[in-house]
């Protein structure tokens, strides 16, 4: 995965962090909505600074098209635990498979914004930034201080640790939809038994076999004429949506359902006796 040298989530988490606390301070409009500007760069570099980590597990083709809120439903995608903060500790091992007689010494803590909130409070900030909707009813507009201090306390951990850790290996597999090699962790394929591929989004099926994984597409992808797979997840099939081949660039829209059905020996549990 090719990086921006020059680019450095930690020191641009702290920068933001401090410029939105100094623009609170002084608790005039102005400064109170550019404080939001920086929180939301806040939330953003934290982010920015936990997905690093992962390095050879995010695909470079998608990473450019991801905003805070998508890169860490990909974190979430990549590794469950994800939004869990934890301790890490070392002891030292005499021996190969047997449990260190040594106490564990703690080595940091790596804090972990939980998903929902970090998208609900990106998109908040957002609103912040924007200009007054002039057609709304009148009615005074609550101060946004409150909300911002909040989110300047919720942000502090984050802030002021920056250790960051990830331990598994991973597996390799080629996703159905686009044919391109993935990249996953062990240890969340083994709890989930499942995959993404991040570049295609297709979900996969993972079974396990004489210690080995084999990998089966959730759902089919659409082909199109030009021979292309794209793959469309099943909650967006509904009349009126639309979507574009990934290889013509050719959009398509769904507009209409087909049913079919067959004659049944009684209504099992599918469905329902009714007088």
Known sequence: MKTNS???????????????????????????????????????????????????LLPEGSLHQWQPPQAFEALIAIEPGAEATSTYAVALQTELGKMA??????????????????????HKLGFYLHADWPFAVDKPKPSPLPFLEKTLTALAPMVNNTFTAMISMTIAFTCAGCGLAVKVM???VESSRRAVCLIFGMPHRA????????FYPEEPPFTCECGASTFVPSRQLEV????????????????????????????????????
Not at 101 to 122: A, F, H, S, Y
Not at 207 to 214: L, Q, R
């Open 6 to 56: 020059h680019a450095d989530p930690t020191r641009e988490k702290r920068e933001a962090y401090h410029a939105a606390s100094t623009l609170l301070a002084k608790q005039d409009e102005e400064s109170i909505r550019y404080a939001a500007l920086e929180l939301r760069r806040c939330s953003e570099a934290i982010v920015y600074e936990k997905l690093k980590i992962y390095g050879e």
């Open 101 to 122: 007689e040594t106490p564990l010494k703690p080595i940091g803590v790596d804090e972990r914004p939980k998903g929902k909130w970090i998208k609900k409070t990106w």
């Open 186 to 188: 062990e240890a969340a």
């Open 207 to 214: 079974e396990k076999s004489d210690g080995n994984f084999t």
């Open 240 to 275: 009126g949506y639309k979507f574009c081949c990934r290889s013509c660039q050719r959009i398509f829209q769904i507009v209409g359902a087909d049913w079919k059905y067959a004659e049944a020996d009684d209504l099992g549990a599918s469905g329902s006796d009714e007088d």
